[in-house]
């Protein structure tokens, strides 16, 4: 909900293809219409797994990455990149537009003519992530039915708001 809400408020900003000698320039180009800009540098990177992998396998990636190696364990994660964390997220909630099962049924589906996200960059001060109704519950194993355990149930509905004179503050790159 919160990738659509952002695509559906602010837009895509760039259309293309990535390959893994253009993905590092991609987020190049991204930081730097941000900074032009003048945005906040408290900024996350969401990237699709497809741009993580492009990430790894870059050819100038490759020449600052230090790969470790101890015990037997060789690590090649990006956690960072310019001091922004990396998230990486799966691909079917990575799309610019979803369409809500309506009534509360807590069900989606992508949107026709929805494209796939290669990356996001997002100031979180440009963000207002707000919980709009919780309802935990706990139920105790004598009360519980269909097992003989604790039953925990939570319901959590929420909404994101991004402010008009903060809607350029985001830097979204979709495939072509």
Partial sequence: YRF???VDTCGLDVSADLTYDSALEALETGFQVLAD???PKDQVIFVSNTMMKLLKT???FFNMRTVTQ???RINREILYIDNRPLIPVPVDRFKSAFTFLAGGAGGYSVAGG???LNFAIVPLSCVNAVIKHVAPKMISPND????DAWFFAYRL????FIPEQKKGGFSIHSKA
């Fill in 58 to 60: 870059s050819g100038e």
């Fill in 114 to 116: 929805a494209k796939e």
């Fill in 37 to 39: 800009r003048e945005v």
């Fill in 70 to 72: 101890q015990n037997d």
């Fill in 144 to 147: 519980n039915q269909s097992a």
């Fill in 4 to 6: 659509h809400k952002i």
């Fill in 157 to 160: 509905y929420h909404d994101l």
